[in-house]
């Protein structure tokens, strides 16, 4: 089944030491986002990739960096995880960013981050 | 914020029986949708209703829009134990364009019993 794959699904990082959570999809969709869920929240979008054009939200710490090497793979970079970092990080995938038309958005089950 | 707001923030009913969440919105909107998220499947799409719908069905589920109120609802009929999840409002971000930005609203925590 086509799907979007996060690994790992549990990751432990110590205060600091750069992390790096992993997806791939094999939807062969264009565009790509990252998001980060704290417990009782809701997702917040961190960034997306738009084919290789990345877009960054106004209000993403500059610590989260993302990588994206092919249209399989979308990486998410944490340079010095603070404590405030520990969260839930969804990978998701749509075929097209077209808003108004109103593109589904596919989501990976999550990589559960704990700073140490 | 434009953020979909859902109410009430729990349900808890018995399996068998429906269950009503609602959400509203701030701005005007094309389409809206309704994810639900789990610990077993994580977030999944469930429903997409544009702006000029005013209801639509899947299964077990009936969602209606009311743009003039900004407000949605979603139905989900003889409730079930696996239906014991968080379902999420979902709205477009308004101003971005074709970003296919979506904005989550804080979500309605569902238990159905057994």
């Known amino acids: 089944d086509a799907m979007v794959i996060q690994n790992p699904r549990y990751q432990v990082t110590q205060f600091g030491k750069p992390v790096t959570l992993s997806c791939s999809q094999t939807l062969n969709h264009n565009v790509m986002y990252w998001y980060q869920q704290k417990s009782s929240q809701a997702p917040k979008l961190l960034f997306h990739y738009y084919d290789k054009d990345f877009n960054n939200e106004a209000d993403t710490p500059d610590n989260f960096q993302s990588r994206r090497p092919n249209t399989s793979f979308c990486f998410l970079d944490i340079r010095s995880p603070g404590l405030g970092d520990a969260a839930m990080y969804l990978c998701?995938?749509?075929?097209?960013?077209?808003?108004?038309?109103?593109?589904?958005?596919?989501f990976g089950p999550g990589t559960r981050l704990l700073v140490l | 914020s434009q953020q979909g707001e859902e109410d009430p923030q729990a349900l808890s009913i018995q399996e068998g029986e429906n269950a009503t969440m609602n959400c509203s919105y701030k701005?005007?909107?094309?389409?809206l949708q309704w994810y639900r998220q789990n610990s077993g499947r994580g977030l999944v799409h469930l429903i997409l209703i544009r702006s000029n719908e005013r209801e639509k069905h899947s299964g077990r589920l009936r969602v209606t829009l009311d743009t003039s109120k900004k407000s949605s609802s979603l139905l989900i009929t003889a409730s079930r134990a696996a239906d014991t999840a968080s379902y999420f409002c979902?709205?477009?971000?308004?101003?971005?364009?074709?970003?296919?930005?979506?904005?989550f609203g804080q979500g309605t925590t569902l238990q159905v019993k057994p």
């Open positions: 701005t005007s909107i094309n389409n």
């Open positions: 979902v709205v477009p971000k308004r101003g971005s364009g074709n970003t296919g930005k979506l904005i």
């Open positions: 998701a995938t749509s075929r097209m960013r077209a808003t108004d038309a109103g593109e589904t958005q596919y």
